[in-house]
């Protein structure tokens, strides 16, 4: 399935990136989604037992990043660069792009922008397989947990964007329970693998609160 991001370029966005039928990660990708449906995330993100904790966290990388791209294109029209001038996460937070290959220093960009140059750099990532091999038995890079979370990290930002910048949107579209879900599923599973600095989390933390103690 591909899925148009907006209408603010003439490219197409970032199909959804699909797990192959028939491998191992697809059956890991089904156990996720029936546990998820169980309604106890705590259970729903922990590591399967006898499972390869690489090849959960690739499954889960490539869910979490289906979904905020899903979610972002629910609000593409009202994140313009008019609107939007800086990626940011409330006065307090702002985030400059840089891939280290390409962008080396960090460049001030329009949100649409940075989220733009975001989700292509996550989509060549997933869509390498030295780094996220599909097949069994291929080993995963010795860089993988740290590549992992950087992507988590910034797929956290765009959350931060989408709530401060774009949730009265968000709830015009009835897609507050979709996105508080998606969120606390992506904050349950960051903190079962400590996979985002506690430091990262600060714009959304008193949220982030909020939504585990309803847990407790």
Known sequence: MSFL????????????????????????????????GSGNLRQAVALPE???????????VVDFFNQINMLYGTITEFCRPTKCPLMSAGPKYEYHWADGVTVKKPIKCSAPQYIDFLMTWIQEKLDDETLFPSKIGVPFPKNFISTAKVILKRLFRVYAHIYYQHFQEIIKLGEEPHLNTSFKHFIYFTQEFNMIDKRELAPLQELIDKLVNKDR
């Open 50 to 60: 006898g499972e390869d904790l690489n090849e959960w966290i690739a499954v889960n």
């Open 5 to 36: 991001f907006g209408s603010r370029s003439s490219k197409t966005f970032k199909p959804k990136k699909n797990i192959p039928e028939g491998t191992h990660q697809y059956d890991l990708m089904k156990h996720a989604a029936t546990t998820l």
